[in-house]
């Protein structure tokens, strides 16, 4: 995708080609000017001939682009965003990204932990059941201790 200056820069083009366009199309369907006493018998050829209005298309072809126009215009980085404030804001995304390094740091520690009690309390299970299997009648179940 093209950065916003690119972008602003082809919505410029494409409302200097409607504009064009538009005029175009004025020329083409303008009536001839009457001058007094001058050619009374030339007819007037008939408005909108081919009965699709292209004058109310590109006017709103080109108020939707300046539309657009705004949008990009607005969405430009302002003045007031200088080296100074960028600087102040890469040190307090450095800052943030710290902590968050810190705290995933003590979450695995836990997470570490916690696995080593889960196999832990896992193998005492598998012992458990391999004690409870090897007993093979309910006199020897009475010298188990678990």
């Known amino acids: ?11 410029v083009n494409q409302q200097a080609e409607n504009l064009c366009n538009a005029i175009g199309i004025l020329f083409q369907n303008a009536q001839p000017a009457p001058f007094p006493n001058f050619d009374k018998n030339s007819k007037t050829p008939s408005q909108n001939e081919g009965g699709y209005d292209h004058k109310k298309m590109f006017a709103t072809l080109i108020a939707r682009n300046a539309k657009d126009i705004d949008v990009l215009i607005d969405s430009l ?13 890469m040190r ?3 800052v943030a990204g710290e902590e968050a390094a810190n705290r995933l740091i003590r979450d695995v520690e836990r997470g570490e932990a916690l696995l080593g009690e889960i196999s832990r309390a896992l193998a005492d299970i598998a012992n458990a059941n391999l004690s409870i299997n090897r007993v093979t009648d309910a006199a020897q179940a009475q010298h188990i201790t678990i």
């Not at 093209?2 to 602003?8: F, G, N, Y």
């Not at 980085?77 to 804001?89: G, I, V």
């Open 92 to 94: 307090q995304l450095e």
């Open 1 to 11: 995708m093209a950065d916003r200056l690119s972008q602003l820069q082809d919505a």
């Open 77 to 89: 980085p302002s003045e007031e965003s200088c080296a100074e404030l960028q600087t102040n804001s």
